[in-house]
């Protein structure tokens, strides 16, 4: 069984609240609310170390986020960490073997790093988090002078939390204070008993909140994790854009968007130049970034000699499930002079979206004239337009 205690107790006046920091306000939260939501469903049980004249501004701060029912007990720590640390002990029930201690003012822990710490216990008898030093360190005698410099290769800046066996931490701390000892973290209790402490990758994120500038630090960078967050949850939405042209001749038929569609022309090409479905699987193709039509169906082989542009369009849909898109939604424009093509309309919708095993309302297809303007509008061709959207599952 494995409990964590999180300390709250300090003063934590140098935050200059005038209340203790850890319920200093953090997007509507406690600093020690966001810490204890780091742990829920990660250990057994808590235990809250607070002092005691915070005692009823934490219980009201934790009922009001309904975070009362994650605490196992509240007890009252001592004038010191390692005095608080103690009474947190003090309040394990009997069948606890791993217990993690955790500092009330770190609200950024991540349950991956808890996970990293309780797999490091696996193996060892003590397991801290750490991050290399970014600084230079300097010994500084009392009149302010360099005595040296200390090779920063070889220090870590320790976090909380760190995790122990409970037995040895337990034994740690009595001689600690059978020996008057005192001390900043835990595993140096470990460390003066000669007990080996391993070391995890701590998180640059999991700071200690110590003064105003810190909180000020902290609400940045609150935000700044909530974004990536929700960044990582967003769909990928990607948009595609496609245009095609063909000429109108004699003796061919008419197909656009898979509909034989009745003219004295029909457009030239090597396919069926159906240039709507055309310009549609350009913009498919270039929204999942696959290049073109041309590069996957080469106008110079004879496989896709008057084949029919539906079954490249199912054999472009393909290629985007593979790459994992489905389309949002695709919005085809046809540019011709004549025929009229509004009878068509609602047969190509239903054609292409059938084609495509998606639902019609994703499809539009409109049609335009030029006003009988440019190479449409005088009969020589007709030319499509498409955008649409994909988005990846
Ligand atoms: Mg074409």
Redesign the pocket.
Known sequence: MTYGIILGAGSGLRMGLGKNKVLATLRGQTIISHAILAFDKMVDGLILVIKKEDDALIKAALEKTGLQSKINKVVYGGSTRQQSVLQGLLALPEEVERVLIHDGARPFVSKELIGRILCGLDQHQGVIPVVPVSDTIKEVNSFGQVVKTIPREELMAVQTPQGFHKDVLVRAYQEAAHQGFEATDDASLLERLGIAVSTVMGEMENVKLTTKTDLDFAKVLYQKLKGKKAEAEMPIIRIGQGY?V?RLVEGRPLILCGVKVIHEKGLL?H?D?D?GT?ALMDALLGAAGLGD?GSHFSDQSEQYKNISSLLLLEQTMALLEKEGYSVQNADVTLVAQAPKLKPYILEMKETLAYTMNISPTLINVKATTTEKLGFEGEGQGISAHCVCLLRRK
């Open positions: 095609d063909h090409g396919s130049a240039v055309h039509i």
